[in-house]
């Protein structure tokens, strides 16, 4: 999606959330139109001809960022599929809002090898053009129990072939200033593993920029 296409749709988008109940009346179609846009794929790694057995060389790797929207998108989903009420849409979204710093979901599938991925491996976040030693980039924390709550599984149907991982990142850089400033466009994902990196790019949402702490899920997305 271009970035003149991708800012009409924030500010479509932003338009559907600013009444913060709004998102009770999305259809599915619209909710998974709101989770796509901060949803990200990409492959890293070696592509060799020859399967090795010990390790994989190359991965798979999607990424959704749990912006307020995508949490509210994901609650909808989960309400129409299992024909729950208003009140437990709702709740669904203030338990995900509950979690303090940026949530992202991480997917990744090894694409040779022996299929399995290492348990050192890790991600960061930080300000697209971040220079390194600038303590401008935090590492992601990997909190397994977050897998069930509905708001932060997204609004595609899981891909059984990705591991899925649920990293909180804080919102303050080493330095204890907002690692987002307002003055901040872009962000940028990496996910390491061994010697392999893999990065994603997405544009960073209104809620974080320029908070150091709290919850990451209260303010809803405006237009760039």
Not at 156 to 171: G, H, K, M, N, S
Not at 210 to 224: D, I, T, W, Y
């Amino acid at each position: 999606m271009g970035a003149v296409v991708l800012a009409g749709f924030l500010l479509a988008v932003s338009v559907l959330c600013d009444d913060s109940e709004e998102y009770l009346d999305w259809s599915a179609s619209q909710a998974k139109d709101v989770g796509k846009v901060f949803r990200r794929k990409t492959r890293f790694g070696y592509n060799i001809r020859m399967l090795r057995t010990e390790r994989a060389e190359s991965y798979e790797l999607m990424a959704t960022w749990m912006t307020p929207e995508v949490i509210r998108a994901s609650a909808r989903l989960d309400q129409l599929r299992n024909r729950l009420s208003n009140d437990h849409a709702r709740k669904m979204v203030a338990q995900a809002e509950e979690i303090e710093g940026i949530v992202v979901l991480i997917e990744l599938d090894p694409s040779e090898g022996s299929g399995v991925i290492p348990s050192d491996w890790g991600a960061y976040l930080q300000p697209r053009g971040n220079q390194p030693g600038s303590g401008r980039a935090v590492q992601g924390v990997n909190k397994p129990e977050l897998r069930h709550l509905p708001a932060l599984r997204g609004v595609f149907e899981r891909d059984y072939d990705y591991d899925q991982f649920w990293l909180v990142f804080p919102l303050a850089a080493e330095n204890g200033l907002p690692l987002f400033s307002l003055d901040d466009q872009e962000a940028e994902l990496i996910v390491r593993i061994r010697t392999r990196e893999g990065r994603l790019r997405f544009f960073v949402p209104h809620s974080v920029k320029g908070r150091s702490s709290g919850q990451a899920h209260k303010q809803v997305e405006k237009p760039l």
